[in-house]
């Protein structure tokens, strides 16, 4: 929009963004780019780029968002669900919500088993003595004490069959079952060369021999039948550079302990056990001193809202998970897309503007293990699941948002482009993306039939930090962090005052497994 500051506008349109758009219109906004807009659908989008445009200063003016992410990395910590800092993490959005003069409420799911880091260690003692950095999975059964064991090496394609067929060998064993393909790369170009976690935006890949599912089936019963020959350990690769350490959950179903410990180590350390694996010269040490809640464990999601005025019972939510794994301090997954969502609510609140639909911030928890925050806000608000209108999340680190994704809905991608033009031109976003995540909260919505989408955003060494010891707070770029909130703030808005209510998908017809 010429004339006007573009507070957050970084790149200038290239020609391939132009290509895109084109192409874009080809699938998604064909008959409306030959039959000019209607009269309301111009004042519309006039409307929605000055409320847009409002939004962004006023978040350039003033925003709380850095010192909020500095307060929950910093002083409250990584956030495991059911942990006591994700709790005293719930608490204190509840009461950040409260503050902003936002009303606000806990909505509290169980879990089997809240798990707690204990003291775990590792040391190489034949054929040289070494230690080595160990860090127990999450929901790992703790080892009894210290144990030793020789170290055998399980291809990564193993079957439960190798192991029952020669079960002496794994007696005792410290096993290692990823068996690296090769070094970890560096980034090339960082910081968005590193990119492994985010899927390719074009192209199909190449199908892997075992679908996702399939290779975690066979994994669980790799290790059932370990634990069954009576293995001491399984340790894992954090497959990372610069000998950062990775964690994720040992234990399937979820929140229940795993059947045997289960442990990583640094990418170089693992190459020297792989070595000495294979040549049967290893032993290991290992002790892991995590520990299981009694009864079932506490889940809490904070929810805020502001009531429509026009359509109070249709809702426009946007969210992001607040919970994290806990080697880092869960700065990037998901730090930033939760205090994101709250300077959002900050945000409109402070601009005293009336909604015409009702305004719903979510901050999500277990979205690591599956979902168990998504699932209870959807159970409790059954009732109200046909009037949801959409829904966005912020779920890929400190990046700029730089689009939207449709995801699978594709019928509603006309509706969607209503209000992402105007958000485009303020923010200078590339076209709408047709990416497909369907890996954080917003997949449990589409399941409900409600339209939800996903924030794309630069990658920003997202795939470095993701589940690993560099999560934290030295890596979170305050610029993008304003960009995401006034951006998704924005979006919400622009949901809101639309004429007409977005359509709803058929619900998924089964339930996903946890
Ligand atoms: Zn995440």
């Known amino acids: 929009m010429p004339g006007i500051k573009k507070p957050f506008a970084m790149r200038p349109f290239g020609l391939a963004a132009l290509v895109t758009a084109a192409a874009l219109a080809?699938?998604?906004?064909?008959?409306?780019q030959q039959t000019a807009p209607t009269k309301e659908q111009q004042a519309y989008r006039k409307a929605m780029e000055q409320a847009d445009q409002q939004i962004a200063a006023a978040e350039n003016e003033h925003s709380e968002a850095l010192q909020n992410e500095e307060y929950l990395t910093t002083y409250i910590g990584p956030r495991l669900t059911g942990s006591p800092e994700m709790q005293k993490a719930s608490d204190w959005t509840l009461s950040m919500f409260h503050k902003y003069g936002?009303?606000?409420?806990?909505?509290?799911?169980?879990?089997?088993?809240?798990?707690?880091?204990?003291?775990?260690?590792?040391e190489l003692v034949a054929p040289v003595e070494h230690w080595m950095t160990v860090r127990s999975a999450a929901w790992s059964k703790a080892t009894p004490g210290p144990v030793t064991g020789r170290i055998v090496v399980l291809s990564r394609d193993a079957k439960p069959a190798d192991i029952t067929a020669n079960p002496a060998k794994f007696k005792s064993a410290i096993v290692l079952t990823d068996e690296p393909d090769g070094p970890v790369k560096?980034?090339?170009?960082?910081?968005?060369?590193?990119?492994?976690?985010?899927?390719?935006?074009?192209?199909v890949p190449k199908a892997p021999a075992m679908s996702f599912r399939?290779?975690?089936?066979?994994?669980?019963?790799?290790?059932?039948?370990?634990?069954?020959a009576g293995a001491a350990a399984i340790l894992r690769d954090s497959n990372k550079p610069d000998a950062m350490l990775l964690t994720g959950s040992a234990s399937?179903?979820?929140?229940?302990?795993?059947?045997l410990p289960v442990a990583f180590v640094s990418h170089p350390d693992y190459e020297w056990l792989m070595r000495l694996g294979k040549a049967g010269h290893g032993t290991f040490r290992i002790n892991l001193e995590g520990k299981f809640s009694q009864g079932p464990g506490s889940a809490s999601i904070t929810v805020a809202q502001i009531k429509g005025s026009e359509h109070?019972?249709?809702?426009?939510?946007?969210?992001?998970?607040?919970?994290?794994?806990?080697?880092?301090?869960?700065?990037?997954?998901?730090?930033?897309?939760?205090?994101?969502?709250l300077e959002a609510a900050r945000l409109l609140k402070s601009l005293g503007w009336t909604p015409k639909r009702t305004l719903t911030f979510i901050l999500f928890t277990g979205e690591e293990q599956g979902g168990v925050g998504v699932r209870a806000f959807l159970k409790n608000h059954a009732k109200e699941i046909d009037k949801m209108d959409a829904v966005l999340i912020d779920d890929t680190g400190t990046g700029r948002i730089k689009s939207i994704s449709l995801e699978n809905f594709w019928s509603t991608g006309p509706l969607l482009q209503q209000v992402y033009r105007p958000l485009q031109e303020v923010f200078d976003l590339d076209p709408m993306s047709t990416q497909y995540f369907g890996s954080s909260d917003h997949v449990e919505f589409q399941r409900e039939g409600v339209a939800a989408y996903f924030a794309v955003q630069d990658a920003a060494h997202y795939g470095y930090a993701h589940h690993s010891t560099d999560d934290v707070f030295e890596i979170v770029n305050p610029e993008a962090l304003k960009q995401q909130a006034a951006l998704i703030a924005a979006w919400m808005w622009n949901v809101s005052e639309m004429p007409e209510s977005f359509p709803h998908h058929p619900k998924a017809a089964e339930r996903r497994p946890m």
Do not use: C
């Open 26 to 32: 080809g699938w998604v906004g064909l008959r409306a």
């Open 102 to 122: 936002i009303d606000a409420h806990l909505e509290t799911a169980k879990i089997p088993h809240a798990w707690y880091r204990g003291n775990d260690w590792g």
């Open 186 to 203: 560096l980034p090339e170009n960082p910081p968005n060369a590193y990119n492994a976690v985010i899927p390719p935006p074009k192209g």
């Open 214 to 228: 399939e290779r975690f089936e066979n994994y669980r019963k790799v290790m059932a039948a370990l634990a069954q």
């Open 252 to 259: 399937y179903p979820a929140y229940e302990p795993s059947v």
């Open 312 to 341: 109070p019972d249709e809702q426009v939510i946007i969210g992001g998970h607040l919970d994290s794994w806990d080697l880092g301090e869960g700065a990037v997954d998901n730090g930033t897309g939760a205090m994101a969502t």
